[in-house]
């Protein structure tokens, strides 16, 4: 049935920042550039090697592009599948990206984030040659590759563009370059284009020169076994000539410039502050930042203070308790000491600072700007903000942001020396405050978004005429003090195809300050200018039907097919447009057909019952081997207001897809072997026994036998945190161990204590779907619904191809009281075109529908829905799991009274029992209903029937919901969520009880 896990594969050590300059400088060792691939969840194997090595660097002004051709060998027997995650500096791109498909390189193109990611993971089912670069939250990447051939070799391009720091004499670009074996064949080559002065090698090879070659110079080096132990550092000289660089280039209709001069960063003395609040973000991922240089840059800066009243605020989801100080003449000792004493935990709620709380002459705050958790946006005073971060992995757009709002400003403190950066607190930097030009002559005139002068003074735009003149007004905040013309000509061109997407990659940087308001803009620049954004992705896909599939336009060699083909699938998908609502009708009429059916059940003969039963043992041999089941849960009870019966209103189901070639299917109902005065007395006698009182629901409380609960447990209530802290170092890396922690805290009435730690599940890997549904589901079982709310929010904008998100945020919007949300919610889902994978999707979300429709039909209004769409259904039994993991085949199994099972085997049972399709590589739903419940025990069993995923994620999560009188004033929920490991095992979850 599930395929053999393919062992999960990190690239990691990537790109250099420009913080590396300061390193440098400060004779600070310095991370490799050269991507390293390391295996995980396999001690055994041998690690990847790079056989091959080329870098092309190509300077243009302070831009500099640097792509690396690489060949990585895997020497295992076994194909892998790479992912890696990698930081960029602010600032840096990354701008192409290229994989070898049957031998040939092909290149990546830019798509819809969802688009490419669906297009990827299709792909992925087939085992053949996809590759994936998208960008998560900040200004991380991550890239995805499959397969890596057992024996064999995969040929990897990919290139970025970063900003160049600069010194007194001009640009300076470095590439640490280490590895622990020597690369067979290594070749560099730089270019420094429209540069009078020859550069000069600072670091590098031996006899490394410059040549002049055309209007360029350009250095070169290859050697075979070379020992990558330096950091190769070139200085571009910017002489008076070269003080100011103008560079044109003709593309798609419009000629775009990009002018960067050499302006000496000014400042303006400010008085110090007497009081300031240090905003001290001590989430989980703080512990990442520098904390030495944040603490040496507040050392500094208070430094010449005399007196300041200091307040200290350390926050993560929720404000910690403030802590004063009154530093004079400098001593900063106790405010130090009380930074070394924090405690790193939880996600990033900025919604949690509220500003207006305090008044302070300055506002710091330290952070990655990285919001994980809950509300993402502070709440301003009207006092500017500084925002500083010294972490390599940063939401630069977000810092940014925050300081542009308040009217402060962000310094980076892993781009800048403490003294610098001391130097900004002090002082207001001179920044650009408005640019002028002729509307006829230029458009779309766009600078740095923070628009200071740390890397000069850059900006881009379109040239409409031969000739035009921009007037650069500076000064300190809004006051102008000084003003720059620059003139621009059509004959600044040059050969390279760098300034078009300079002028994007500054014109996204600026959309980006507000990425949901500009969505549209930025989705649309990325893939015009072969950006990758928070919106878009590169991807490299095997066949041009794959492109087709989802519309992405394909490298050049692949478009005549691409559109011949494009123009057949919109010609198909016209006559398809009506088919989700087709089948959304279909799917209706059935499960009304199923509703209005008086079923008569008889008993089964001895013959069937041991045919059926030879079945299920020829299917259990199909099935892998047995396990142990590793399977916990902590229960639910939650009352929600109950729908009311409305006749002849409608469901759903959908249209029946392939089931498993493992999966056979059992008869039930009359047995035509029977004679009709045993099936007579065999009706009479089951009638007497429907249910005529609501049932109850008993679960059982499934507990991990894991050792960290055990050592919490054997320990004192008021030791509970710090025991905590001293696990999550062992622990921390396992998701399940801040689920089954926040649970226990849960239990003992530690509700603030188990939201944070169940936080932490959103920053072990940024925009991850499967953990934060994990958290969410743990959420509203605590009893959170806005969080729920907001972190299913987020799961649909990074995850909305998958009709899953919406079901998750309709629930939570029903939850929240959002009802005529969630019914649009639901709508979209039934209405949506998804892949075949998740079956009868579409049968749950009309059910659950209709049920808030028929609950709030006040609050809900019906005007925009398909009629033929609303009918209410109420039932004795609903019973309903999910999980969390893709590519994954949960089964639900009920057993009624009678002792018959429905499950995959027998989907309708003879007392009227029907179950959906089984899901076998979603998220599911699966679904039992029974609409009279006889009296008796109905068990409710849950199966890991496989496991397909390519990379290895830990243990699965299931929800299941179960009710009694769904739909009727009288329902009853309650919610159980645990999880199972890979085992092919059966896990009874809890009964409903009818008669009792």
Known sequence: MSRLVLTAVTIICLFFSCAQVKKVQQQEPLPTAIPTLRILHDTAAAAIRISSLHIEVKVSANIATTTFDMVFYNPNNRELEGEFDFPLADGQQIVRYGLDIEGKMREGVVAEKAKARQAFENTIRRQVDPGL????????????????????????????????????????????????????????????????????????????????????????????????????????????????????????????????????????????????????????SGKSRNLEKEKQLLKQYFAGSKTCTVSLIPFHIYLEEKQEFVIRNGNTDALLEAIDQLSYDGGTQFGAVDLRQYDYEQLLLFSDGLGTFGKKELLFSGKPVISLSSSAIADYAHLKWMARES???????????????????????????????????????????????????????????PEAEITVHLGYNNTVSSTRRFTVRQSDSTQTDQVKRLWATMKISELELQPEKFKEQITGLGKSFSVVTSNTSLIVLDRVEDYVEQEIVPPAELQKEYYALLKQKKSREEQEKKEPLLAAVETMQELKDWWHTDFKPAKRSKRDEEELQVNRVQLSAGIADNGIVAADSAVVSHHFTPGTAQADRQLMPSPQAEISEMRLEATSGWLSDEKEE???????????????????????????????????????????????????????????????????????????????????VAELKLEDASLLRMMANQLMEAGEKELTLIAYRDILAMREEEPQSYRDLALACNENGLYAEAVQLFYQLILGYWDNRFHDIQAVALNEMNAVISAHPREVSTAGIDQRLIYAMPVDVRIVISWNTDNSDMDLWVTDPGKEKCSYENTRTAIGGRITQDVTQGYGPEEFMLKKAMNGDYTVEVNLFGDSRQTLGGPTAIKADLYTDFGKPTQKKQTINFRVSEAKEVVEIGKLKFGV
Not at 222 to 243: C, L, M, V, W, Y
Not at 438 to 459: C, I, K, N, P
Not at 736 to 748: P, T, V
């Open 678 to 760: 045993d099936k007579k007395s065999a009706t009479d006698e089951l009638e007497k026994t429907v249910a005529e009182k609501p049932g109850s629901i008993e679960l059982k409380d499934w507990k991990p036998d894991v050792p960290y609960l055990k050592e919490i447990e054997k320990t004192r209530p008021d030791e509970y945190e710090t025991r905590y802290v001293s696990l999550k170092e062992q622990y921390g890396t396992q998701p399940s161990f801040y689920i089954d922690m926040a649970r226990f805290f849960f239990a003992k009435k530690l509700q603030a204590l188990g939201v944070r730690v169940l936080s932490n």
């Open 133 to 284: 670069v998208e960008k998560t939250k900040g200004n991380n990447f991550r890239t995805r590759i499959y397969p890596l051939p057992a024996k064999g070799s995969r040929h990897i391009l990919i290139a970025m563009e970063q900003v160049l720091p600069f010194d007194a004499q001009g640009n300076i670009f470095q590439l640490p370059l280490y590895t622990a074996e020597p690369i067979a064949d290594f070749a560099f080559t730089i270019t420094v284009v429209k540069n009078e002065a020859v550069p000069e090698a600072i670091t590098a090879f031996d006899d490394f020169r410059f040549k002049k070659w055309e209007n360029a110079w350009v250095a070169s080096r290859t050697e075979k076994n070379f020992p990558a132990n330096q950091t190769i550092q070139i200085h571009i000289p910017r002489t008076g000539i070269d003080s100011t660089v103008v560079l044109t280039e003709q593309f798609s209709g419009n000629r775009y410039f990009y002018v960067n001069s050499i302006l000496r960063p000014e400042w303006k003395e400010q008085a110090a502050p007497a009081s300031a609040g240090i905003f001290w973000d001590v989430s989980a």
């Open 407 to 465: 009217g402060g400003r962000f310094i980076n403190l892993s781009a800048a020396t403490v003294e610098q950066a001391v130097l900004e607190l002090q002082q207001i930097p001179l920044h650009i405050i408005r640019m002028e030009a002729d509307s006829t002559a230029v458009e779309d005139l766009v600078f740095s978004s923070e628009g200071s002068l740390q890397q000069g003074l850059s900006f881009a735009g379109k040239l409409k005429q």
